[in-house]
């Protein structure tokens, strides 16, 4: 596995290996990403080096951590914020580094590091860098609440934009159906904390909601839908929203339990599709509430 500056480093091939390969051949690999020129490359390496054995990652870099150019020792950094407290002693070196902005960023992780909540906690804080990634330990499983379906999205910033709201709302699941890309960067890292599943067809879609027990919430606008703060939820809702221009296919409508809409107050017409889809999993966490 071999990753240099002409290579694209390929998300795919990323998180393959993340799960299938040797530790130190995988952190050998990120490392020279981590030391490159390349912004993007660095980026990659920092966000993937602290999901690896936190270990094995502290050896191979203890060696290199001084050699590297200034930009790769900040994001050297926010990497080893991320590892926690095996990193430490690497950031206490860096807090001698000839560079006070260098020795600045290590005084941060380190104070980060320091106010994190214990291990039984939950670690994943917005407050705490670097935001948006993971910690290794899996996360409690989670309760049933609601998923949520996205039919044929346009646009994958959109998709992992829903992602993100999704996890953020306490969903079980993202069940994407037809056009399956999204753009990872827009998930902040919520992608790997959230089960994020793809469907062939609404049919696929449908008879597995029936199977888990849930009711199809048809987001759409039209002279059956509801506003989100009136209605009355299913228990266990599967929020449906569909394409940008085209909306849901009838499948979905005339499967729906509750049809619902956003009421529009200003000149547009609709809202984006993601930020719709978002209103609603916190409108159901607010009916939910006052139940």
Same mark, same amino acid.
């Given at each position: 596995?071999?990753? $240099?500056s $002409?290579?694209?480093?390929?998300r795919g ?13 995988v952190v050998? &690999? +990120?490392l020279?990403a981590?030391?490159?020129? $390349?912004?993007?490359m660095?980026? /990659?390496s920092?966000?993937?080096l602290p999901? +690896?054995?936190? @270990?094995e990652v502290? /050896?191979q870099l @203890? ?10 020792r900040?994001?050297?950094c926010?990497a080893l914020a991320?590892?926690? *407290?095996?990193a430490?002693p690497?950031?206490?070196?860096l807090? /001698? @580094?000839?560079d006070e902005?260098i ?5 941060r ?7 994190r909540?214990p291990?039984n906690?939950?670690r !994943?804080?917005?407050?705490v860098?670097?935001f948006?990634?993971?910690?290794r330990d899996a996360?409690?499983?989670?309760p049933p ?5 996205a039919? !044929? ?5 959109n998709?992992?934009?829903l ?7 306490g969903a ?15 998930t ?19 008879e597995?909601a029936e199977?888990e027990g849930?009711e ?6 039209g002279p059956?839908a509801?506003p989100?703060?009136? *209605?009355?939820w299913p ?7 569909? !394409?940008?221009?085209d ?11 509750l049809?619902?809409?956003?009421p529009i107050?200003? $000149?547009i @017409?609709? +809202? !984006?599709v993601?930020v719709?889809?978002?209103? &609603?999993?916190f409108?159901f966490r607010g009916?939910? &509430?006052?139940?």
């Amino acid at each position: 596995m071999a990753l $240099n500056s $002409n290579h694209g480093f390929p998300r795919g091939e990323a998180r393959i290996a993340l799960q299938l390969g040797p530790a130190d051949e995988v952190v050998a &690999a +990120l490392l020279p990403a981590l030391l490159s020129p $390349n912004k993007r490359m660095r980026r /990659r390496s920092m966000t993937l080096l602290p999901r +690896l054995d936190p @270990d094995e990652v502290c /050896r191979q870099l @203890d060696p290199v951590l001084e050699t590297g150019a200034r930009k790769s020792r900040r994001a050297a950094c926010v990497a080893l914020a991320a590892i926690g *407290a095996p990193a430490a002693p690497l950031l206490e070196r860096l807090t /001698r @580094d000839a560079d006070e902005a260098i020795r600045h960023r290590a005084r941060r992780a380190l104070d980060a590091i320091a106010a994190r909540p214990p291990e039984n906690g939950n670690r !994943n804080l917005s407050y705490v860098r670097p935001f948006g990634l993971p910690y290794r330990d899996a996360p409690p499983p989670r309760p049933p609440s609601f998923a949520v379906a996205a039919f !044929n999205f346009s646009y994958g910033v959109n998709l992992g934009t829903l992602v993100r709201s999704a996890e953020a709302a306490g969903a079980e699941a993202v069940w994407i159906i037809g056009r399956d890309f999204y753009y990872r960067p827009s998930t902040k890292g919520s992608d790997w904390w959230l089960p994020v599943e793809t469907m062939e067809s609404p049919a696929t879609c449908l008879e597995r909601a029936e199977r888990e027990g849930f009711e199809i919430v048809a987001l759409q606008q039209g002279p059956a839908a509801q506003p989100v703060w009136e *209605a009355e939820w299913p228990e266990r809702p599967l929020i449906v929203a569909g !394409n940008e221009g085209d909306g849901l296919p009838g499948q979905f409508i005339e499967a729906a339990a509750l049809q619902l809409e956003l009421p529009i107050f200003g $000149n547009i @017409d609709s +809202l !984006n599709v993601a930020v719709a889809t978002s209103v &609603a999993m916190f409108a159901f966490r607010g009916w939910q &509430a006052r139940q």
